[in-house]
């Protein structure tokens, strides 16, 4: 053989290498391109492909009791080193089975605290989420103490084991679907971690196992709750993907020992983080988290339908656009609307810079009794007289006909209220 053969041929099983290796990659890529559109597909319930949908609302979950029943605190722990997170274990007092519920949803307990001033009882009702998966046994709810917090200070202050407190049946539109398999993605800041932690422990037990990313953001070390349980769960799980972020760690603490990534939990570590797959988003945490964390997931191009949260408290401006752009609705109120408040016997044009109903009422001094102010625990529920209002957000709470929960709702027509 020649040289000039021998050069020949070694050029030849080169690009024959090369091409090989280039047929390989191809293949894969285009092996995780058709599986990230068949698993789409399966999720969205459409065999040939995925196909966008209006996004619906959900529909209202039967409660598994009506009104209040009597639950007996069992036992009281004390969850992080400031002392202001304690969580509550809660029997039922008939001793009746203790039904499941959906990991995400929240308890709505009716207290009765002593005013201050006037020594008077006043009644105050609060939502908290269940912070453990379904068990037998008892239901577990982990309260955060806020500083001037009525619910939340008589609870860490006032009750301990043994009391007796009134609860509504778990009730609420966040919540996972365990019968899913997709990758979950459950971000959650501050006591925000308490609906995605009752995910995580519930989630655990589904087989086949489910990819799980959980990122949990605190301050630091001071803040910081179940850390041992989290970090025996992602020992024990290795589909379990766990990312404690502290915005502010202290000195003494270590990346990599103490918590996994210095700094809020946003966009970009997500990106940095997620492998390219269609997770399905649970979030919870303060409003300014909620305000930036979700449009970015939006402009990342994550679908929809596959971010769902809750924040604790108000419901959020970002709820608002949501729902509204979502359902593809115009905003209909306009400067023109009158807001009737017959048994104060007063009338206002409505504004379009208050953000519901009862901020409105509250703005013009008149009193509406209410709890969450998020749709979920039906105490500013007021009986609409006439008129038509729209909602920012499926209403969870127990709404009878021919009323409306004002901390969610503005008008749609002119309204008569009866407050
Ligand atoms: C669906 C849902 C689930 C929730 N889950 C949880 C949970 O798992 N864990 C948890 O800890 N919380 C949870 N929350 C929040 C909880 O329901 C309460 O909102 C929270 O505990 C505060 O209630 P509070 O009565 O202690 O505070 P409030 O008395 O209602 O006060 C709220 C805030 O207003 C401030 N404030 C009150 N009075 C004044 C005043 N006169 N002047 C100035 N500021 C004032 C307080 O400092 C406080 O920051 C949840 C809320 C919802 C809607
Ligand atoms: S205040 Fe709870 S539903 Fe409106």
């Known amino acids: 053989m020649t040289t000039l053969q021998l050069t020949f041929l070694i050029v030849v099983a080169l690009i024959a290498q090369l091409a090989m290796f280039a047929a390989i990659a191809f293949y894969r890529q285009w092996q995780s391109f058709t599986d990230l559109k068949r698993q789409l597909a399966e999720w969205e319930g459409h065999q040939e492909g995925y196909v966008p949908q209006e996004r619906k609302l959900p ?12 639950f007996q605190v069992q036992r009281k722990v004390v969850e992080d080193r400031n002392h202001t997170v304690c969580s509550f274990y809660l029997i039922p007092m008939d001793e009746k089975p203790l039904p499941s519920f959906k990991p995400g949803q929240y308890l709505t307990f009716q207290l009765d605290l002593e005013d201050a001033d006037t020594r008077a ?13 379904p068990h037998l046994e008892y239901y577990r709810v982990t309260i955060k103490k806020v500083s001037a917090g009525k619910a939340s200070s008589f609870f860490h202050d006032k009750v301990q084991a043994g009391d007796i407190l009134q609860v509504k049946a778990p009730a609420g539109h ?14 959650g800041s501050g006591i925000g971690i308490t609906p995605v932690l009752s995910m995580l422990n519930a989630s655990l037990h589904q087989t086949p196992p489910r990819e799980i990313w959980f990122y949990y953001g605190v301050r630091n070390g001071e803040e910081v709750i179940m850390k041992e349980h989290l970090n025996q769960l992602a020992k024990q799980h290795n ?4 990312y404690i972020c502290y915005s502010q760690p202290t000195e003494q603490e270590v990346k990599g020992v103490d918590y996994h990534h210095a700094g809020r939990i946003d966009i970009t570590l997500l990106r940095l983080t997620l492998p390219l797959k269609p997770h399905h988003f649970y979030v919870c945490g303060p409003k300014p988290m909620m305000e930036t964390l979700v449009p970015d997931l939006r402009a990342w191009g994550v679908l929809d339908h596959y971010i769902h949260y809750e924040a604790f408290g108000p419901a959020s401006l970002t709820k608002h656009e949501k729902s509204r752009s979502a359902l593809g609705e115009e905003a209909t109120t306009s400067a023109e609307l009158t807001v009737t408040f017959s048994k104060s016997g007063k009338m206002f044009p409505w504004k379009k810079t208050a953000t519901s109903l009862l901020e409105f009422a509250e703005d013009h001094g008149i009193a509406i009794d209410s709890g969450c102010r998020a749709g979920s625990c039906g105490t500013c529920m007021t ?12 209403p969870d709470a127990d709404l009878k006909p021919g009323n409306c929960l004002l901390c969610i709702s503005v008008p749609k027509t002119n309204l008569t209220l009866k407050a």
């Open 383 to 394: 009986p609409l007289e006439s008129g038509e209002v729209e909602y920012h957000q499926r």
């Open 121 to 133: 009882s006043k009644s105050l009702v609060r939502c908290y989420s269940l912070s453990d998966e």
């Open 239 to 242: 589909h379990l993907h766990l």
């Open 174 to 187: 966040f919540y996972l679907d365990t019968a899913g398999t997709g990758p979950i993605v459950l971000i």
């Open 59 to 70: 529909p209202p979950i039967k409660p598994l009791w009506l009104e209040c029943r009597e």
